[in-house]
């Protein structure tokens, strides 16, 4: 086998492998659950620098559905709320206090009360879950045709160097190549699959809060029906006596 055509092999097998971990990296910041990759777009502006959240703050995972940041300084915290809300606005955000270890002057750690980013994320209720959805579709699609055209432009490039083989071990590098293509596709498909069911974990969530609170308010509907229905009975009994 000749060198080119292993060299040829390893260059695709290094593009549809960041083909399809760019679409998991695409998937993470199509947040259900809270994803602490999802952060990594986030460049607050420090002293008119873009710097990395991961050198201003700890994250950390709080449950399924929520993240805590927690700036090294607290003057940091203005940028970095600004640019969360750029990089995911659809993350909601509220400011609460801990006790947390963080630097002081000397280049040391201290414990003590410092405020902290909570972020939530957003329930997948109807329009969101048709939002997720036709996004993931079209990253799918998209990294889908990235690796069907890396595929067919390599196996035109190849075609020559196979004449040059025998045709038994044209066959096996045909063979290899082929197998790459369909590992990286149910490579994509899985995670096309995984995503999607995320999504419909996150909406019957949604649906089973939402169903809940409907319950809620007609029982509290009947229950003011029923205390309006009593004093007006009541007060009807009062006026005859």
Not at 74 to 89: G, M, R
Not at 109 to 133: A, F, G, N, Q, S
Not at 141 to 162: E, F, V, W
């Amino acid at each position: 086998m000749k060198r080119a055509i292993i060299t040829k092999y390893t260059q695709l097998n290094e593009k549809l492998t960041g083909y399809v971990g760019m679409m998991n990296y695409n998937y993470l910041n199509l947040c259900v659950k809270a994803e602490e990759v999802s952060l990594l777009p986030v460049k607050p502006i420090i002293e008119g620098k873009p710097e990395n959240l991961e050198d201003l703050a700890l994250t950390a995972k709080k449950g399924d559905y929520e993240m805590m940041i927690i700036p090294k300084f607290e003057d940091d915290l203005p940028s970095i709320v600004e640019a969360i809300v750029k990089t995911h606005p659809e993350f909601k955000r509220t400011i609460d206090k801990l006790e947390a270890k963080v630097p002081n002057l000397n280049g040391e750690t201290e414990t003590r009360w410092t405020p902290y980013i909570l972020l939530t994320m957003p329930e997948v209720d109807d329009d969101r879950y048709d939002e997720l959805t036709k996004l993931a579709d079209a990253i799918n699609d998209y990294t889908k045709g990235r690796i069907d055209t890396a595929i067919a432009k390599t196996m035109a490039d190849l075609a020559p160097l196979l004449l040059e083989e025998l045709p038994s071990d044209a066959d096996k590098i045909k063979e290899n190549f082929e197998k790459l293509k369909n590992d990286k596709h149910d490579q994509r498909e899985k995670l096309h699959e995984d995503k999607l069911k995320e999504i419909k974990e996150g909406y019957k969530k949604w649906l089973a809060g939402y169903a809940k609170s409907e319950v809620d308010n007609m029982e509290k509907e009947d229950a003011e029906g029923i205390d309006v229905g009593m004093s007006m009975r009541m007060a009807s009994e009062e006026d005859v006596n």
